[in-house]
C-alpha cells in the first residue's frame, strides 16, 4: 500500500509569489492535515481536511488556504510569501477522523523563500 | 487549551545504555497521547499511541512509555540505545473527543555515541 506521497519535495520561491503543495493520502483515508515545521516554532497544525470540507483551522494567516478533491487529494496555497514562510511543510492522512486515528505523515515539502 | 512539554531538546546517550526522553502534557479532558520519531529529511513515523486501557503502552523498535495521570506525564524508553535510534521525537496529544488536531511538542534530537 502506498503512503502519503507530497510533491514536490523541495521547492525554491521569491518572496511575493504563491506556491501551491501537494498530498496525495493513503489510499482510502478521507482526513488530511496540514502542518508547518519550523526549527523556531517546531510543528504548528495548518487546517483539516475531510469530505472536501475543511473542519479545523490552525492559527495561520489567510495567505495559507487548502483544499480537498473528491479523490481525498488535497493542496495547500501560500499567497504573497514571506521569508518566515520558509518551512517543511507535511501532510498526514487518516482512515477516519477522531483523536485516537492514527496519522500517517508524508515526507514533507521543504519550501525555501528567498 | 492542550499543549505538550518536552524536557530536553537534545539528549545523548551511549549505546546499549537507557533512553529516557520526557514528556509533560496539559489536557483540560483526557488525552489521547502519542509519540512519533523523525528521522533527517522524512516525515513523522508513529512509535506508540496511548488511548485508553493499560497505561503501559508498547511500540516499534523496542520502546514503550507510560501514561501517569497523576504526574500528567508521557515518557518514552528504551532499555538499550541502538546506533540507528538517533532521530528526532516528538510528543503529541489529542483530545479524546471531538475532532481536534494534534498538539506536538518542541521535539527531543536523541544522538546515540558509539
Known amino acids: 500500500k502506498a503512503g502519503v506521497t507530497q510533491t514536490p519535495r523541495y521547492l525554491i520561491k521569491t518572496r511575493g509569489q504563491q506556491v501551491t503543495l501537494s498530498c496525495s493520502p493513503i489510499?482510502?483515508?478521507?482526513?488530511v492535515s496540514w502542518y508547518q515545521q519550523t526549527p523556531g516554532q517546531g510543528l504548528q497544525f495548518l487546517f483539516e481536511?475531510?469530505?472536501?470540507?475543511?473542519?479545523n483551522k490552525g492559527n495561520f494567516p489567510g495567505r495559507f488556504s487548502g483544499r480537498q478533491f473528491s479523490n481525498s487529494r488535497s493542496e495547500m496555497n501560500v499567497s504573497t510569501l514571506e521569508l518566515g514562510d520558509s518551512a517543511l511543510y507535511l501532510c498526514?492522512?487518516?482512515?477516519?477522523?477522531?483523536?485516537?486515528?492514527?496519522?500517517?505523515f508524508g515526507q514533507g515539502t521543504r519550501l525555501t523563500v528567498v | 487549551a492542550q499543549s505538550v512539554t518536552q524536557l530536553g531538546s537534545h539528549v545523548s546517550v551511549s549505546e546499549g545504555a537507557l533512553v529516557l526522553l520526557r514528556c509533560n502534557y496539559s489536557?483540560?479532558?483526557?488525552?489521547?497521547l502519542f509519540w512519533y520519531v523523525q528521522y533527517p529529511n522524512q516525515g513523522l513515523q508513529l512509535l506508540l499511541k496511548?488511548?485508553?486501557?493499560?497505561?503501559l503502552v508498547k511500540g516499534i523498535n523496542g520502546f514503550e512509555a507510560e501514561f501517569k495521570k497523576s504526574e500528567t506525564s508521557f515518557h518514552l524508553t528504551k532499555p538499550s540505545a541502538h546506533m540507528s535510534d538517533a532521530a528526532e521525537y516528538f510528543c503529541?496529544?489529542?483530545?479524546?473527543?471531538?475532532?481536534?488536531?494534534?498538539?506536538f511538542g518542541k521535539g527531543t534530537r536523541l544522538s546515540v555515541i558509539a
Open positions: 498526514a492522512s487518516s482512515l477516519e477522523r477522531g483523536g485516537n486515528t492514527e496519522a500517517f
Open positions: 489510499s482510502g483515508h478521507r482526513s
Open positions: 481536511y475531510f469530505s472536501e470540507t475543511q473542519r
Open positions: 489536557s483540560s479532558v483526557p488525552p489521547y
Open positions: 496511548y488511548t485508553t486501557g493499560a497505561t
Open positions: 503529541a496529544v489529542s483530545r479524546n473527543s471531538g475532532n481536534t488536531p494534534l498538539v
